[in-house]
Nanobody, 128 residues
Framework: QVQLVESGGGSVQAGGSLTLSCTASGYNYAHNSMAWFRQAPGKEREGVAALYTRHTATYYSDSVKGRFTISQDNARNTLYLQMNSLKPVDTAMYYC?????????????????????WGQGTQVTVSS
């Protein structure tokens, strides 16, 4: 059974940092697309960052580019999101997502429907 378990969320002040982790189990992590999405109350889920586990390319939304870094540890089947210079607008529930079937590219990584597995989410709250 595929499982994605996020951790690392919390409350910080603006300008602070957090690192989210997502540990995957139940499938071959080495060959899939992984992404972070977020959803704020009353808003649609939006893609934050993504990568393909067999490639070095990473993808980011314009709103987080330069502040967030997505990375992975294949040996630990774990995906990370390092978030720096956090802003109140970054407040949201953050979700880890996996697509074991197709490769993320710059044209499709942000499509939520392509991801077949999702974690339960971890809350990030940034105060001003």
């Amino acid at each position: 059974q595929v499982q994605l378990v996020e951790s690392g969320g919390g409350s910080v002040q603006a300008g602070g940092s957090l690192t989210l982790s997502c540990t995957a189990s139940g499938y071959n992590y080495a060959h899939n697309s992984m992404a972070w999405f977020r959803q704020a109350p009353g808003k649609e889920r939006e893609g934050v960052a993504a990568l393909y586990t067999r490639h070095t390319a990473t993808y980011y939304s314009d709103s987080v580019k330069g502040r967030f870094t997505i990375s992975q540890d294949n040996a630990r089947n774990t995906l990370y999101l390092q978030m720096n210079s956090l802003k109140p607008v970054d407040t949201a529930m953050y979700y880890c997502a996996a697509d074991p079937f197709t490769r993320a590219t710059g044209d499709n990584w942000y499509w939520a429907n392509r991801y077949t597995h999702w974690g339960q989410g971890t809350q990030v709250t940034v105060s001003s």
